[in-house]
C-alpha cells in the first residue's frame, strides 16, 4: 500500500495514511495482527483497520437534522444509503504536521472547499507508539462563526481469532428500530452484558451507553489487548459480524443519531460546541502478551 507511514516502537509496528483520514492500516505485535490488517486493494476509509469518526460517530437518520431553527440535509452513506454514517474524515486528506520515528501528528481543515458538515471545524489525530501500546488522541475545534454540534470517536477493527473474549463495563444498552437507530435505553442484560469475560459468539451492532472506559479482548496464544478511553467517550459501540474474522469496539461521545432527540431521558446526544471551543479524548491501546486464567463465560 503506497503512502503509508510506519511506525515502529519494540515489538508493536503501525502504519498510518494521512491522505485517507489519518486511518491506520495495521497495529501488530510482531507478527501478530492487533487490529486486523487492512486490504492492498482498500479505497476508502471505512476498509481500514481503524479510522476516526469525524464530526460524528454512527447513523444520522435519513441523512437529516434540524438545529438552530434550520433543516440540514448531509450525504448519504454509499454502503447504507439509508443514512449518513460516521462522517466523512475518514474519506478525506489529513496534513502531516510533525512526526518522529514512534510519533506522528495530522490535521484536517474543513472549509468551503471540503465541507462535509454544515459547520467549519478543525480535527487533529496524534499517535504515539510505545513498546508496550499505542497512544491515539484525537479532537476538532469549532471554527464556525456560531455555536454547532458535534461528536467524535474512533472505529478500530480488532482482529478476532477463535476464542476470543471481552469484558467492559456499562450501565445500559440502546435498543433499536427497524432502521438500526435507537430508541430507547433498556438493561444490559444476556447476551448484551459483558461485566464478566464473555465470548463474541454471535451478531451483535449497539451502542452501549455509561461505558466504564476500558474493554479488555483476549484470546488463548495471543496478546491480552485492553483499549482504555478517556472519560469524554461515554459510549461504546460493539459490532460484531457473525462469522468473520474482525470486531469493532468503538469509544465515542454520542449516541448513534445523536443529533436528532430520541425523547429517552438518557438521550446522550451531541455536543454543542460555541466557535473556537474544542472537543478532545485519547484512546490507549494497551499490549500485553501474557494471558490472564480467569474463566470465561460462553455466550
Known amino acids: 500500500m503506497q503512502d503509508l507511514i510506519h511506525l515502529r516502537a519494540g515489538p ?16 501488530r505485535h510482531g507478527d501478530a495482527p492487533i487490529l486486523r490488517d487492512t486490504p492492498d486493494l482498500a479505497v476508502d476509509g471505512r476498509d481500514f483497520s481503524c479510522f476516526p469518526l469525524i464530526p460524528f460517530s454512527n447513523r444520522i ?14 450525504a448519504r452513506d454509499a454502503e447504507d444509503p439509508r443514512h449518513a454514517l460516521h462522517g466523512t474524515s475518514r474519506f478525506m486528506p489529513w496534513q502531516e504536521t510533525a512526526r518522529t520515528a514512534t510519533t506522528l501528528s495530522c490535521t484536517l481543515d474543513v472549509t468551503p472547499q471540503n465541507l462535509d ?79 464478566h469475560r464473555h465470548a463474541i459468539d454471535g451478531a451483535i451492532d449497539n451502542d452501549y451507553g455509561g461505558f466504564g472506559g476500558a474493554v479488555e479482548i483476549t484470546a488463548s496464544g495471543r496478546p491480552r489487548v485492553t483499549l482504555s478511553a478517556s472519560p469524554i467517550f461515554t459510549q461504546l459501540v460493539l459490532f460484531t459480524p457473525e462469522g468473520k474474522p474482525y470486531f469493532a469496539a468503538e469509544p465515542v461521545t454520542h449516541r448513534p443519531d445523536g443529533i436528532n432527540p430520541n425523547g429517552d431521558a438518557l438521550d446522550e446526544g451531541m455536543t454543542i460546541l460555541n466557535p473556537g471551543e474544542t472537543l478532545e479524548g485519547s484512546v490507549e491501546f494497551m499490549v500485553d502478551p501474557e494471558q490472564p486464567a480467569d474463566s470465561v463465560t460462553q455466550l
Do not use: M
Not at 485517507?20 to 495495521?26: D, E, N, P, R, V
Open 12 to 27: 508493536l509496528t503501525l502504519g498510518v495514511k494521512p491522505s485517507l483520514g489519518a486511518s491506520i492500516a495495521y497495529f
Open 61 to 74: 437518520r435519513a441523512a437529516a437534522f434540524s438545529f438552530a431553527g434550520q433543516r440540514h440535509l448531509i
Open 117 to 195: 458538515w454544515p459547520f467549519f471545524y478543525q480535527a487533529w489525530q496524534h499517535f504515539e507508539l510505545l513498546p508496550d501500546r499505542l497512544r491515539l488522541s484525537l479532537g476538532l475545534r469549532n471554527t464556525h462563526s456560531s455555536a454547532a454540534p458535534f461528536g467524535i470517536g474512533l472505529h478500530p477493527y480488532f482482529f478476532r481469532a477463535p476464542g476470543t473474549v471481552l469484558r467492559f463495563s456499562a450501565s445500559y444498552v440502546w435498543a433499536k428500530d427497524g432502521q438500526d437507530i435507537p430508541t430507547h435505553a433498556i438493561p444490559d442484560g444476556g447476551r448484551f452484558n459483558f461485566a
